[in-house]
């Protein structure tokens, strides 16, 4: 696809004068020009726009209707050298009698025209009162500017970059709105014209209609109301304009404006259509009777194709951690998964004990927290989780009496089993030169501190948990059948850059001033496996981060790689717009090669994971969302990535 499956697209509410088509056509005119300039592919207009929504009994003067055939030519002429799609709404006579339309045009020709299928005749609407229903049609082609022009609620527009449908205002309020069907038949995006007045409360309802309507649909969700110059008469006109994909409102423009108004955004065509792809309820083979419906497909041959095309949407650089407006709601809802989890494991083992390894660190500090919660919930005393450090080579007193204040505050049983002396007959067990700081002197500890946690669990008759997270399955940052093994692994659908959030969160909210305290000096602690001797003045020199390369790019990697499934070129490209202030170009490109590779090459150790809970849209387990084989090649996106060089 062109300019990475992203299509820009507009929602407008110009400036109008009730029966003035003349002066509302000017407007229309002059805001396709901004829009061009803007690199608009297409835009929407208002429900009757070019009369104005409110020109009422009007509508059955002879004059205005004539008067609208002349600006739609207007418009249509004025199309003749553009690219983009324009969207407008007008009454317009067919078979005398008048229907509420949606007219598309482009490269000056008539695309199509679609009526409003749901007449509101309730209330401050008197639809019925003007307007004839589609049924009413009796052929499905008429004769407009000079055109022969398809006509019906059954057109699926079809663009070299999107396919579109339309439908108008009422429509999309309805137990099954159009859009719905339009899009089981292959409409991506969806534009609704609409004349939608302002009351108390109905602002926020019609952003959640639009909002879910395009979750539903899997759909993008291009939404333009009418706004100023309608009558004031009885009601008032706020001008809504809205753009909304896949269940999120993307932009949104400015109501109670006296000016004409555009909302700019791109629509990610490309992850709609992922979505879909994966989504096997998503088929019209799934609901009766609609596979008899018949769509006729219309043709539209431009693509906008923008050799430095530029987002202007936001691209969040942390798509795993929650919005500071929903921070909290989220965060009690992950913690309550990661404890019920933990809970059901206990109550269905029938165990009371617990073993866990405490290092000082983020990933066993969450584990610890979850354990206290499911602890407390079940009415186990927290003395029935022992908490186990187990100081080696590269322990640090900073993470040493972290992990011990830590265990203290929260209640737990502390039990301190040093790994040097074992480890070291080890190394002398398999000739090993304890100076040489390899693999073997790195794994050799991860593995004395699962047997040290596997054995003691026996010893209490308790369960190992695991303390590794999402991030490190992904690339692999575990040893196999070391830290990367254990009876029930809670942080198992937790990313890093998630662990760190979820920590201060718990921190902040559920825990009393000393332990907060000691999680926030633990927060502040790099993140180290502690395999290697600490600096000479006791500091943590193995950061992990070196060597894999930053948590908040593999985060970023993983997420776009897996929930969107996009392809290198794609990730590399949102990467630079999210990361701009952060990486330069060529260290994001860097750690996305050693992200595809270490990802590819370590699917072994994921293919035998723990049990664990799913916490977000990504999880590794291959009993769950993730299934490859530990033998898959990473050439091919490699290859894509090697070519920008």
């Known amino acids: 696809m062109n300019n990475y499956g992203y299509v820009r697209v507009a929602a407008a509410s110009p400036r109008l004068k009730v029966a003035d088509c003349a002066f509302n056509t000017d407007e229309i005119l002059k805001v396709v020009a901004d829009a061009e300039n803007q690199g608009v592919s297409a835009i929407v207009f208002p429900e009757t726009c070019i009369t104005s929504y409110t020109a009422q009994d009007l509508l059955h003067q002879r004059a205005l209707l004539d008067e609208t055939l002349y600006s739609l030519e207007r418009i249509r002429l004025a199309s003749e050298q553009s690219s983009i799609i324009i969207i407008v709404g007008m009454p317009l006579a067919i078979s005398n009698k008048l229907y509420n339309v949606g007219v598309a045009v482009n490269y000056g020709k008539i695309l199509g025209v679609v009526p409003k299928t749901f007449l509101p005749n309730y209330n401050e609407f008197y639809d019925k009162r003007w307007f004839s229903s589609p049924r009413e049609l009796t052929s499905d082609t008429i004769e407009l500017c000079a055109q022969d022009v398809p006509v019906g609620t059954d057109l699926i527009f079809q663009t070299p970059d999107f396919n579109f449908a339309i439908e108008i205002c009422e429509d999309l309020w309805t137990p099954l709105p159009p859009s719905s069907i339009h899009s089981l038949y292959g409409a991506e995006v969806i534009f609704n014209l609409s004349a939608s007045n302002e009351t108390i409360g109905k602002h926020s309802y019609r952003k959640s209609l639009v909002s879910q309507q395009s979750a539903r649909c899997i759909a993008g969700y291009v939404y333009a109301a009418a706004g100023n110059g309608e009558s004031t008469t009885d009601i008032v006109f706020g001008g809504s304009s809205l753009i909304a994909e896949n269940g999120e409102i993307i932009a949104e423009g400015k109501r109670f404006s006296f000016d004409s108004e555009l909302c700019v955004t791109e629509i990610d065509v490309d992850r709609l259509r992922n979505d879909r792809l994966k989504n096997k309820s998503f088929s019209v083979s799934e609901y009766k009777n609609l596979d008899q419906v018949r769509y006729r497909t219309v043709k539209v041959g431009t693509s906008k194709v923008d050799a430095d095309f530029r987002l202007t949407r936001l691209i969040n650089k942390t798509p795993f951690v929650p919005s500071p407006l929903n921070l909290d709601e989220r965060c009690s809802e992950i913690f309550a998964i990661q404890v019920g989890g933990l809970a ?66 929260l209640g737990v049983t502390i039990k301190e089993i040093s790994i040097r002396d074992a480890v070291i007959q080890h190394f002398k067990d398999i000739d090993h030169d304890e100076t040489i700081h390899d693999i073997t002197y790195e794994n ?24 590794g997270d999402l991030s490190e399955l992904a690339l692999g940052w575990c040893t196999y059948n070391g830290d990367h093994m254990s009876m029930y692994a809670v942080n198992t659908g937790i990313p890093k850059t ?72 794609k990730i590399y490209f ?3 717009y999210a990361f701009k202030d952060d990486y330069q170009k060529e260290e994001i490109l860097n750690w996305l090669k050693v992200f595809y590779r270490r990802f590819f090459s370590q699917q072994f150790k994921r293919s035998c994971i723990p049990d664990g809970p799913k916490v977000g849209s990504i999880n590794l387990s291959p009993r769950g969302d993730w299934r490859m084989a530990s033998d898959a090649s990473a050439a091919l996106w490699l290859k894509q990535l090697d070519a920008l060089q």
């Open 344 to 409: 059901k494991r206990l109550l269905h083992t029938n165990c009371q004990t617990v073993v866990v390894g405490v290092s000082g660190g983020l990933d066993s500090t969450l584990a610890l927290l979850v354990m206290v919660k499911a602890f407390d919930k079940l009415n186990i005393s927290r003395k029935n989780i022992y908490g186990i450090t187990m100081p080696g080579f590269g322990t640090t007193d900073r993470t040493y009496n972290n992990a011990l204040d830590l265990m203290k505050s």
């Open 444 to 467: 050799s500890q991860a593995r004395e501190r699962t047997q040290i946690l596997m054995d003691y669990a026996n010893k209490v008759n308790g369960l190992v948990i695991g303390t």
């Open 498 to 569: 998630l662990v760190k959030t979820l920590v201060r969160w718990i921190s902040d909210t559920q825990l009393d001033i000393a332990s907060e305290h000691i999680l926030l000096d633990i927060l502040d602690t790099p993140v180290s496996p502690e395999l290697l001797p600490a600096g000479k003045d006791g500091e943590i020199v193995q950061i992990t981060e070196d060597t894999v390369g930053p948590y908040i790019l593999h985060d970023f990697f993983l997420y776009n790689m897996l929930r969107f499934g996009y392809e290198p070129l």
């Open 574 to 576: 949102l990467a630079q």
